[in-house]
Structures are given as structure tokens and as C-alpha cells.
């Protein structure tokens, strides 16, 4: 007798096991799917003792008749493929027609009810390979599916599950998962009798999000679409608020099947570069949808990781699509709700020195004065905590407008109401951005004005061959540096459009960096269509950030309203060079909620 023999169907069934049924997560996927593919409208799943006593599920799908329930827990038996060519165009959840098999043969039983409209009712319970039929009342249609003891046939098994909390989460993760995308299904998840999650149909994916996330919801952008001749993509973004440093909330789904993809991810990230700052993670729902034939789901035991025949095509689709809703979402954070109240031209108001301000130079006091030296009274804490603000009509005959007069706190946040609404705007931030963006704008064509004095600078040997290295590229933001010998430069020329700074302060900030702006070049390093090298990013943000206007600082109404205006212009008004936050909006729901006057 030779030594290659055939396996027992248990075996074979239970070696699938090992790679189709990993924990209990596996099990509820399998059953969730089935039920989907049964065209049910209804999907209740319940679960006991985090899913290790049992995992049970019901819907009210198209059922099956006798022969069918039996042969669903052969080996490879499935009604979803027939032929080599239907795994060319898969739309079906499930298609390998191994999971049942595999499940009922490491469970301590499995019990089916199930009915279609013309059949009788059928009872079977499966005990490994082993079948038998009881009798049964069932007079719905649809399926429900119980298993009990899962891996009691293989107890090793049980001794590589994590804690019951952490397999119930990835129980409630699998549920979510699979759950999400179908919109036209009501769900339900019990554990122990307790509801957990209740899914309702709905027409609005921010609605299903809503039931799951709750007020993560509202830091949603609208669904947006993408669409070509070889694919569609929905997505539904997050805004910066709903960012995080960890546990991000992040899906992506092909023809409605839950998959994790690098190609996608790194889309999606670059997208995302400018907007959100680089150690958050973003939110984001996106669903593309395929034509079968461009894509191999047959790759992965779990089914979760896929390939793309036209990679670089669903990669530039993604980073446009994510680019695209970004910038129209984060520039409509002013423009939709205070553009109205914001001027479209430079304002003075009645009785206020409107003399243009200008730099000292100091870098101990980093102020900016007006040329009369004088500043007008702000409003005090008081009247900023009230809300009090003063109703401005302009005169100037190309902006009869009304303008809301905006207020300072803490002399570096500038605070605007409007109806039901705050913006906070960062004036450091600020300032640092517009001014940043001026500069990459004007990349290579700027005006440089001449200093009266040149300034000599003493370096370190290698900090004076870096910055001759960096020359070139110095000049192209405005800068012409001339070597004097020994250890020294000397700076000729600035750029025209920055204010006067500290042009030592500058020069040792490029050669000694700050780590946030060194370190946030990845989201900058594509701006509004600009490529940017490492270097020429640190030159330009630092340049940006030591002309700009600083917190702690004394701004003038004009001032305030200047910057204002300057920041709705931008291609991205969000976050400033270091990566912080330059916009935060506040709600009167959030206020009153932290007053509790809202539930």
C-alpha cells in the first residue's frame, strides 16, 4: 500500500477551517454574507457569552428547500458560481462554497430553520458531517442559522482567541463591517438579549453612520462622486475635526465588500496632504465599484485584500477624488457661512488709523505697529464673552455690504459670529499660511527689493556650505546671499512681498529647523499643483513663518478683517506650515451642550 492516501471529508474539512475560520468574527462574517447573498431585506444576529456559546442569525431572505440546506454544508457546493468564467464577474459575497462545511466541522452543532415560498420548512441539525432533520413549525420565509460551541472540535483553537472582550470587538467589527454599505437592509446585533447595534433602511449612507458613530456624523463632508468609463467612486470624507491620533475610522469597500488596500490607503493619504495635520489619521467611507472582470477577489482566505488590474488608474482616481472634496469643503467653511459677512476689498472703519502696518524687526517684541504708532482700543473679555459685536455698514462704493466687526482674545485668536456660529481663526496660523502660499505661488518670479544695508552674517564652516549649496534655491523665494570669505555671508535681497523680519533670525531657523515644520513636508509636498522638494518647503515655511503676524499680538479691526479676507483666497485655508490648525469652528449646540442645555 503506498503512503499517499485520501483525506476523510471531516479532515479536509477541518484543515479549511484553519484558514476560513480563524474566531468567532470569521463564523458571523460567513453567516452575514449568506444572508445577504439571500436577497434579505431583515438580518437579525444575536450572540451569547461574547459569541463562544453561540452565534445565531435570521433573516428573511429567500430560504432554501430540503436538498438545497443539506448539500450548503458539502465541501466546495455553493449556488453562487457554476463555471471557470463566473469567477471573472463575482458580485456575490460568498462563492467558494467552503465556509459552512468548514464551520460545521469544528462547532459542536449547527441547527437551520429555513423556508422558501414554495417549499416545505426544513430543520437540520449538522454535527460535523453528520445530519439529521427534525420536525418544524417555521411558516416565515428566509433562514436562521444557530452555531453552538464553536471549536469545540478543535479546543487547540480556543487557546489562541484573545480575551472574550477582544473577540466580542472583532464580533462587533465584522458586524459593522459587512453591515455598512447596505443601506436597503435593516440590521439588528444582540448580545446576551441586550441590543447593541440597530441599523434601520435608509436612503442617506451619513444616516447609517449617524447609527453607528453618533456625532462623528456631523464632521462629515456630503457624499461626493467620482466616475469614469472602467469605474464609480462615493466618498464620504472626514473634515479635520474628525481626525485621530489613533483608532482611525476608515473604510473601504468594493462593490460593497469591506477590503483593506495599500494602493487605495496611499491614495487617500496623499489627498489628504495639506489638510490634516500629519500625525492624525483621517475619516474616511469610500466605495468604488468595479467591473468584476478588472479586479481578482480570490486572493485572500478572508477575502479582504484584493487586486486591481489598472492600479495606477484607481490610485490617481482616489487622490483626485479626496483632493478635489477637500479643497471645495474646507474653503466652504468660510466662504458658505461667513464669506457674506467677510469684505471683498481691503476695509478701514470710521475713526480708526488706516495707516498699512509694517514690521519693526525686533525679535524680542515681534510686533507689528502703524506708522503712527498707535492702536486702537479692542473689545475687552467681557464684551467678547457676551458676544457683543458691532454691525459695520462700509461706504466704499464697490463693497456696499454688512460687515459683523471681529473681535480678538487673548490677543491671537480672532473670533467671528454669525447666526448659530463661531470661527476661531489662529492669527499666527493664519498670517503664516497666506503668506506661505504667496510664496510657493510665486515660486521662481518673485520681486525682490534690495536692502539698504546688507546684512553680514557669521556661520559655522559646514552652516555656511550648506547654505551656499542651498543658493539657488534661496533665490527662488527672493533671497540672493553672497559669499564675503572667511566664515561669512551676506544677505543683498529679500522678497518684495514679505514684510521687513529678522533676517539673522531667518537664516539660523534654515539652518537649524524646527522639527514640526521639518518634519510636516509631507503634506505639503504637492500644493495646489506645485511640487515642492524637502528644502525648498523649509525655506519657503520658514520664511512664511518669521514674517508673519504672532500670537500674543495687538491687531487693529483693518488688520483682523485684512487677514480675514487674505484666508478666504486660499487654495487651502485649513492648516498653516507646522501642520497646526488654523480654523476651528464652534457651534451654539456645542456651547449649549457643554452648559448642559443640550442632551
Known amino acids: 500500500m503506498g503512503k499517499i492516501q485520501k483525506l476523510s471529508q471531516n479532515l479536509v474539512n477541518l484543515i479549511?477551517?484553519?484558514?476560513?475560520?480563524?474566531?468567532?468574527?470569521?463564523?458571523?462574517?460567513?453567516?452575514?454574507?449568506?444572508?445577504?447573498?439571500?436577497?434579505?431585506?431583515?438580518?437579525?444576529?444575536?450572540?451569547?457569552?461574547?459569541?463562544?456559546?453561540?452565534?445565531?442569525?435570521?433573516?428573511?431572505?429567500?430560504?432554501?428547500?430540503?436538498?438545497?440546506?443539506?448539500?450548503?454544508?458539502?465541501?466546495?457546493?455553493?449556488?453562487?458560481?457554476?463555471?471557470?468564467?463566473?469567477?471573472?464577474?463575482?458580485?456575490?459575497?460568498?462563492?467558494?462554497?467552503?465556509?459552512?462545511?468548514?464551520?460545521?466541522?469544528?462547532?459542536?452543532?449547527?441547527?437551520?430553520?429555513?423556508?422558501?415560498?414554495?417549499?416545505?420548512?426544513?430543520?437540520?441539525?449538522?454535527?460535523?458531517?453528520?445530519?439529521?432533520?427534525?420536525?418544524?413549525?417555521?411558516?416565515?420565509?428566509?433562514?436562521?442559522?444557530?452555531?453552538?460551541?464553536?471549536?469545540?472540535?478543535?479546543?487547540?483553537?480556543?487557546?489562541?482567541?484573545?480575551?472574550?472582550?477582544?473577540?466580542?470587538?472583532?464580533?462587533?467589527?465584522?458586524?459593522?463591517?459587512?453591515?455598512?454599505?447596505?443601506?436597503?437592509?435593516?440590521?439588528?446585533?444582540?448580545?446576551?438579549?441586550?441590543?447593541?447595534?440597530?441599523?434601520?433602511?435608509?436612503?442617506?449612507?451619513?444616516?447609517?453612520?449617524?447609527?453607528?458613530?453618533?456625532n462623528l456624523a456631523k464632521n462629515l463632508f456630503e457624499p461626493s462622486e467620482f466616475s469614469s468609463t472602467s469605474l464609480s467612486i462615493n466618498g464620504v470624507l472626514g473634515n479635520s475635526e474628525s481626525a485621530r491620533k489613533s483608532s482611525p475610522v476608515q473604510y473601504i469597500y468594493l462593490n460593497n465588500r469591506y477590503i483593506t488596500n495599500k494602493?487605495?490607503?496611499?491614495?487617500?493619504?496623499?489627498?489628504?496632504?495639506?489638510?490634516?495635520?500629519?500625525?492624525?489619521?483621517?475619516?474616511?467611507?469610500?466605495?468604488?465599484?468595479?467591473?468584476?472582470?478588472?479586479?481578482?477577489?480570490?486572493?485572500?482566505?478572508?477575502?479582504?485584500?484584493?487586486?486591481?488590474?489598472?492600479?495606477?488608474?484607481?490610485?490617481?482616481?482616489?487622490?483626485?477624488?479626496?483632493?478635489?472634496?477637500?479643497?471645495?469643503?474646507?474653503?466652504?467653511?468660510?466662504?458658505?457661512?461667513?464669506?457674506?459677512?467677510?469684505?471683498?476689498?481691503?476695509?478701514?472703519?470710521?475713526?480708526?488709523?488706516?495707516?498699512?502696518?509694517?514690521?519693526?524687526?525686533?525679535?524680542?517684541?515681534?510686533?507689528?505697529?502703524?506708522?503712527?504708532?498707535s492702536f486702537k482700543s479692542l473689545p475687552t473679555i467681557n464684551q467678547a464673552l457676551e458676544f457683543t459685536q458691532e454691525l459695520i455698514n462700509t461706504n466704499n462704493e464697490d463693497t456696499q455690504q454688512q460687515i459683523y466687526k471681529p473681535f480678538q482674545i487673548f490677543n491671537t485668536y480672532i473670533v467671528l459670529e454669525k447666526e448659530d456660529k463661531l470661527l476661531f481663526i489662529d492669527q499666527h496660523a493664519a498670517a503664516e499660511k497666506i503668506a506661505f502660499e504667496r510664496l510657493v505661488n510665486s515660486l521662481g518670479k518673485l520681486n525682490r527689493k534690495m536692502l539698504l544695508v546688507p546684512e553680514v552674517i557669521d556661520l559655522k564652516p559646514e552652516d555656511k556650505k550648506h547654505l551656499l549649496e542651498n543658493k539657488n534655491l534661496l533665490e527662488d523665494i527672493g533671497f540672493v546671499i553672497e559669499d564675503i570669505g572667511l566664515d561669512s555671508i551676506q544677505v543683498i535681497e529679500v522678497p518684495e512681498l514679505l514684510n521687513k523680519f529678522d533676517v539673522q533670525h531667518y537664516i539660523n531657523a534654515i539652518i537649524n529647523p524646527e522639527t514640526d515644520i521639518y518634519n510636516n513636508f509631507d503634506q505639503f509636498e504637492t500644493y495646489n499643483g506645485i511640487k515642492l522638494t524637502r528644502d525648498i518647503y523649509l525655506i519657503i515655511a520658514t520664511a512664511a513663518c518669521h514674517s508673519s503676524v504672532r500670537a500674543g499680538q495687538k491687531l487693529t479691526d483693518n488688520e483682523m478683517l485684512n487677514i480675514l479676507k487674505d484666508l478666504n483666497l486660499l487654495y487651502n485655508p485649513y492648516n498653516c506650515p507646522h501642520g497646526r490648525p488654523v480654523i476651528w469652528e464652534l457651534s451654539k449646540y456645542d456651547v449649549e451642550k457643554s452648559f448642559r442645555r443640550k442632551i
Open 263 to 373: 494602493t487605495i490607503n496611499a491614495a487617500i493619504q496623499e489627498g489628504y496632504s495639506g489638510f490634516v495635520n500629519r500625525e492624525l489619521k483621517p475619516t474616511y467611507f469610500l466605495f468604488l465599484n468595479i467591473n468584476p472582470a478588472e479586479v481578482d477577489v480570490n486572493v485572500h482566505p478572508r477575502k479582504l485584500e484584493v487586486k486591481f488590474s489598472k492600479s495606477d488608474e484607481i490610485f490617481r482616481s482616489v487622490m483626485t477624488l479626496t483632493k478635489k472634496t477637500l479643497e471645495k469643503n474646507t474653503r466652504s467653511i468660510i466662504n458658505n457661512n461667513f464669506s457674506d459677512i467677510l469684505p471683498t476689498k481691503k476695509v478701514d472703519f470710521k475713526n480708526e488709523d488706516t495707516t498699512p502696518f509694517k514690521y519693526t524687526g525686533n525679535r524680542n517684541t515681534d510686533t507689528f505697529k502703524s506708522t503712527s504708532n
Open 16 to 214: 479549511a477551517a484553519g484558514e476560513v475560520v480563524e474566531r468567532p468574527a470569521s463564523a458571523l462574517k460567513e453567516l452575514i454574507e449568506n444572508s445577504i447573498d439571500a436577497q434579505s431585506t431583515v438580518i437579525t444576529v444575536r450572540l451569547e457569552n461574547y459569541g463562544m456559546d453561540a452565534i445565531s442569525i435570521k433573516d428573511n431572505g429567500i430560504g432554501m428547500n430540503k436538498e438545497d440546506a443539506v448539500l450548503a454544508f458539502e465541501q466546495h457546493a455553493t449556488s453562487k458560481i457554476k463555471t471557470e468564467e463566473d469567477l471573472n464577474k463575482i458580485l456575490t459575497m460568498g462563492f467558494r462554497g467552503e465556509a459552512l462545511a468548514s464551520i460545521s466541522s469544528v462547532a459542536e452543532s449547527i441547527e437551520v430553520h429555513t423556508k422558501t415560498s414554495v417549499d416545505e420548512a426544513v430543520n437540520i441539525i449538522i454535527k460535523q458531517t453528520n445530519i439529521t432533520e427534525n420536525p418544524t413549525v417555521q411558516s416565515d420565509n428566509g433562514t436562521s442559522i444557530t452555531i453552538k460551541n464553536l471549536f469545540a472540535n478543535v479546543p487547540a483553537r480556543k487557546k489562541f482567541l484573545k480575551s472574550p472582550n477582544t473577540e466580542y470587538k472583532y464580533l462587533t467589527d465584522t458586524f459593522i463591517n459587512v453591515a455598512l454599505p447596505y443601506l436597503g437592509i435593516h440590521f439588528e446585533l444582540y448580545h446576551n438579549n441586550k441590543l447593541v447595534y440597530k441599523l434601520t433602511q435608509t436612503n442617506d449612507i451619513k444616516n447609517r453612520i449617524f447609527e453607528i458613530w453618533g
